[in-house]
């Protein structure tokens, strides 16, 4: 029964952090499309609808992987070094890719830092967010045996 117990929780959190990330996403694309589209769309491998439902959908599943994850690294500890790595990691690891697809087009080098940069953003709501449901006890943390 414990073990369903914290499958539940580790989905809870999953769905926080991707609902949190996916929306995260959607406000940051919309400024990337008012302010930086022109850098974008260059190398754009697909058409605009699919490109922003394939980045959408990958926003939304990094964010429920990390969900699931930080309240696995959290646990019941107060660390602030553990909540900022995990939002370094993953942010860095969604970011740093964009970078080395950016790479690949000179004339996109900006546009594709201020993504990374937002990668990192997306994580830190989520991280927040995730914060606040276990404090109000939406979510209950991952304890140690």
């Known amino acids: 029964m414990e073990l369903m117990t914290e499958r539940i929780e580790s989905i809870k959190a999953g769905a926080v952090g991707g609902l949190s990330v996916a929306v995260a996403w959607g406000v940051t694309s919309l400024g990337n499309q008012l302010m930086l589209s022109s850098g974008i769309e260059s190398w754009a491998i697909f058409p605009e609808w699919q490109r922003l439902w394939l980045s ?8 429920f992987l990390f969900g699931v994850t930080y309240r696995y690294i959290i646990r019941d ?23 080395e697809v950016g790479l690949s ?8 830092a201020v993504m990374a ?9 989520a991280r927040v967010l995730l914060d606040a ?3 109000r006890h939406w979510v209950k943390p991952f304890s140690s045996f």
Do not use: T, W, Y
């Not at 940069?117 to 709501?125: C, G, K, R, T, Y």
């Open 56 to 63: 959408g959908a990958s926003a939304g599943v990094a964010g």
């Open 77 to 99: 500890d107060v660390n602030p070094h553990l909540k900022s790595g995990a939002v370094f990691a993953f942010g860095l690891v969604r970011g740093l890719a964009q970078v």
């Open 105 to 112: 087009n000179p004339n996109s080098v900006v546009p594709v």
């Open 117 to 125: 940069s937002e990668s990192i953003l997306m994580f830190a709501v």
């Open 133 to 135: 449901a276990i404090a």
